[in-house]
């Protein structure tokens, strides 16, 4: 099998990418697929999900960081370490993501630079999927992980400003489509949902109605388990591995395998 690279983007900040990232990453690898993630994000909420916070400030601080492979345009093979489970391994972040725009600014090919990085680890085949994880931005640095990608997933918030986003994101797709041409979407994911509201009924519906792209049947619950994961910096699968939560992680993870062998 090839190895498929799957980005978790959306602008708006707070609508569960990292966390989705995060679990979609631990299901696969549960289901016996090797996976790689990669933290784009300053926030380092990704590498929060597999170490604790002194393990993730160290490497943060040091050369061992996407930040520093990025910035000086290096081979990310010699960057991959052990997530800490079977089956998955991990690039992690460092805080100086924060300026990664201005690093990015002179160089040549500049949205395509993480692509070339990922070029040897992709050949490799050693990974079934990689899943990349974004920051709430849409700059260059974002353009790069789309234009690493192969697809991408959009997970959303059902609330009014979170469906507000969502259209910034899809204007912002279209532009990177012209660079970034196999580039797919392949759903949107319905995010803390609080299925007693009427609002989350009514918008998972209209947002399934659109018709011209995929939403997730899957959506994912609130969940307090979620955040007590976190806490213990674990993927919800390893800290309560018959939660809620956990399933609907491993049924939204099953659908997207489907609909990889779909599209
Ligand atoms: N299913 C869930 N149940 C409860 N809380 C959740 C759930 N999913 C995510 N959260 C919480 O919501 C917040 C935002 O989630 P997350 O960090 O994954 O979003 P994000 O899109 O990555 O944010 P950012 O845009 O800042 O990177 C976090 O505090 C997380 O703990
Ligand atoms: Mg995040």
């Known amino acids: 099998m090839n190895t498929q690279v799957i980005c978790f983007a959306n602008n ?19 289901l016996g697929y090797r996976v790689l993630l990669i933290d784009g994000d300053m926030q380092l909420n990704l590498s929060l999900s597999f170490f604790s916070e002194d393990d993730v400030l160290h490497h943060a601080q ?3 960081n996407l930040y520093y492979a990025i910035k000086n345009q290096k081979d990310l ?23 990664i725009e201005y690093e990015l600014f002179t160089k040549w090919q500049r949205e395509l630079i ?31 992980i789309l234009c690493a990608s192969d697809y991408v997933v959009i997970p959303v918030e059902a609330t009014p400003w979170g469906m ?73 699968m390893a800290y309560r591995k018959n939660c809620r939560s956990a399933g609907e992680y491993m049924a939204l993870t099953k659908e997207l395998i489907g609909k990889i062998k779909e599209v």
């Open 62 to 64: 040091g050369q061992e």
């Open 164 to 236: 507000f986003g969502l259209g910034n994101m899809f204007e912002f797709l279209e532009d990177v489509r012209q660079i970034a041409e196999n580039l797919r979407v392949l759903g949107i994911v319905v995010t803390k949902a609080d299925t007693r509201k009427n609002y989350f009924k009514q918008t998972f519906e209209s947002l399934r109605e659109l018709g011209n792209v995929n939403v997730f049947q899957s959506y994912i619950r609130i969940d307090s388990s979620v955040e007590w994961s976190q806490d213990n910096n674990m993927p919800i």
């Open 77 to 99: 093979e010699p960057f991959i370490v052990p997530a800490g489970y079977e089956n998955i391994d991990i690039i992690l972040s460092s805080t100086l993501m924060s300026s």
């Open 114 to 144: 993480l692509k070339k990085c990922l070029k040897t680890v992709r050949e490799k085949k050693n990974y079934d999927y990689i899943l990349i994880d974004s920051p709430p931005t849409l700059g260059g640095w974002v353009m790069n």
């Open 12 to 30: 708006k900040g707070g609508s569960g990418k990292s966390t989705t990232c995060a679990n979609v990453g631990y299901a696969l690898s549960a």
